[in-house]
C-alpha cells in the first residue's frame, strides 16, 4: 500500500454539513457580493477576535496590498524584504513603485531594522516589513526609524493571523497591516484577505477603493480596483473562526512534537520559537547547515521520494527573480543572511491534520539520512 501523501500544508476545512446552513441564508438573501449580511457579519467577528477595531475584507490579499499603498498614496521607493512570497515586492511593482531590498536578521528571518537607515534616500516613502512565518518584526525600532524619517509602514502580515505580542495583536502596529485569508494559511476563505485600518475615516476611504471608488449610484472619488469579498467565502470564514483555536492547538502539539523528535540531530535546526505572546504556529521551518549529512536540495528530494512534500519557502530570494535582479539593492552581496538562510530552509508538512506518527515518519526520514 502506498504511503500517505504529506504536503507542506493543507486547508483546514470544517464538517460540510455545518457550512449547508449558511449557504441556505445566501440562497434565501440572493446577496452574493457588494458586503452583503456575511460580509458584514465576518467583518466584526474578525475584529472582535483579532483585538481590532476596524477591518476591511478583500478578495485576496494580494489586492489588500495594493490597495493599502493606494490608500497611503505611497510612491517612490520603499523597503523591504527579499525573504518573503513574490506578492510582497510585486504589489510595489504594480504600483509603480521601487522595491529595496534589505537583509534579514538571521534568527527571526524578519528585515533587519540596524540595516534600515543605510538604506533610506530622498525617494524613501515607506517601509514593508513581513512577520515572517507569523513572527513578529522588531516594531518598535521599525517604528522609531519610521518616525525618525516621517515614513509610513505597511506590514505585510500574512503570515500572522491571531499572532499576539504582550501588547495585544501584533496587526495594530504600523499605519495598515494586510492580512491573507489563502486556502493554506491558518484562517482561510478559500481565498481572501484584510486590511487592519487605525480608525474608521481610513477603513471609509478603504472601503471606497476596493469597490472602484464608488461612494454612491452617480459619484466614483478615486481609481478604485474590485476587491470586495463575496457572500459564501465570508460565510465560510464565520464557520472557521468557529474551529480557529482547535486549530492553532493542533498546530502547536505538531510543532512540539517536531521539535522533540528533531532534537539532537546533527545539522538540523529548529528557527526560534516566538515566545513573547501569542505564536499561531504557522509554519515549520527548519534549516538544513552544513553538519547535516545532505545538503538541503538534496533532503529535499529525499523526502519527496518518501512522499513528504516540504517547500523551499522562500527560494529563490524575491531579489533573484528577473524583475528584481537588476536593482542595486538586488545584489546578493548586499543580502548575506538572506542568502544564506534561502539556501537552507525547508518548510516541513504542518497542517491540523497531521498525526504524531505522520509527524515521526517525517523525522525518521530525516534521522535515517543523518
Sequence with gaps: MAEKKLFVTQPNLPPLDEFIPYLE?????RVLTNGGPMHQRLEQSLCEYLGV?????FNNGTIALLVALQALRITGEVITTPYSFVATAHSLLWRGIKPVFVDIDPLSMNLDPALIEAAIT???????PVHCYGN???VEQIQRIADTYNLRVIYDAAHAFGVRDAGGSVLRHGD???LSFHATKVFNTFEGGAIICPDAQTKQRIDQLKNFGITDEVSVVAPGINGKMNEISAAFGLLQLEYIEQSMAARRQIDTWYRVGLAGIPGIRCAQ?????????????VLVDPQYSLKRDELYAL?????????????????EFSMYQGMPSAHRGNLPHATQVSARVLCLPIYPDLTEADVERVVEVIRRAA
Design 25 to 29: 441564508d445566501i440562497w434565501q438573501s
Design 53 to 57: 477595531d476596524h477591518l476591511a475584507l
Design 122 to 128: 530622498p525617494h524613501t516613502t515607506a517601509i514593508m
Design 136 to 138: 513578529p518584526c522588531d
Design 176 to 178: 495598515l497591516s494586510v
Design 273 to 285: 520559537v516566538f515566545a513573547g505572546g501569542k505564536a499561531n504556529y504557522s509554519y515549520f521551518p
Design 303 to 319: 523526502l519527496k521520494s518518501n512522499e513528504i512534500y516540504a517547500r523551499r519557502y522562500f527560494f529563490p530570494l524575491i531579489s
